[in-house]
Nanobody, 124 residues
């Protein structure tokens, strides 16, 4: 079973940027649709962005459009989430996930493999 690991989270001030990365072992991220989700305490796990195998189909939640960018490097077996103009509302644990579908998915229940999550905290 594929294992996913996220890294790049941290504590930043509003207006700052962070880059999150997801790497896979025991499998590949290149075959199926891959997404980034986030979950704040007491909240449901919600889609942030998702991308298909080729990168030709990309989805962004309305709250992050124009600020976040998802990309994938199939040769390196990684998926990246570039986050700019961060606000306190972006504070959450961010998760990388891989679906079992070639089509783009935006629901958490449609993803089969998950990373452990990385904390992003935006102050002020």
């Amino acid at each position: 079973q594929v294992q996913l690991v996220e890294f790049g989270g941290g504590l930043v001030q509003a207006g700052s940027s962070l880059r999150l990365s997801c790497s896979a072992s025991g499998g590949t991220l290149s075959v199926y649709a891959t997404g980034w989700f986030r979950q704040a305490p007491g909240k449901e796990r919600d889609i942030v962005a998702a991308v298909t195998r080729s990168g030709g189909t990309i989805y962004y939640a309305d709250s992050v459009k124009g600020r976040f960018t998802i990309s994938r490097d199939n040769a390196k077996n990684t998926v990246t989430l570039q986050m700019n103009s961060l606000t306190p509302e972006d504070t959450a644990v961010y998760y990388c996930a891989r679906s079992r579908s070639l089509q783009l998915k935006i629901k958490a229940e449609e993803y089969a493999n998950w990373g452990q999550g990385t904390q992003v905290t935006v102050s002020s």
